[in-house]
């Protein structure tokens, strides 16, 4: 379940290239830009295959694929 979840964060991360987002509590608007935007698909693509992984019962490669996002301090 969480695995899917933070493959949902970056879709969601990617989905926000080139916006803006509201300061809370402000009328303030902070654009993003897009620097970030290849690093956010590489890791969604990461996930993606980690998840995948994980269907398939191959908990090696998944956890290979997560420290490629997180680092090796995850297992």
Do not use: C
């Not at 979840?5 to 080139?18: D, K, Q």
């Not at 009328?27 to 620097?35: I, Q, R, W």
């Amino acid at each position: 379940m969480y695995d899917y979840m933070v493959w949902g964060f970056f879709e969601f991360l990617v989905g926000l290239a080139g916006g803006h987002v509201i300061v809370p509590g402000t009328p303030e608007l902070v654009p993003l830009g897009n620097a970030w935007l290849t690093k956010a698909q590489t890791a969604q693509g990461r996930a993606a295959k980690a998840f995948g992984y994980e269907v398939d019962e191959n908990p090696l490669l998944a956890i290979e694929e997560w420290q490629k996002i997180f680092g090796t301090d995850i297992s």
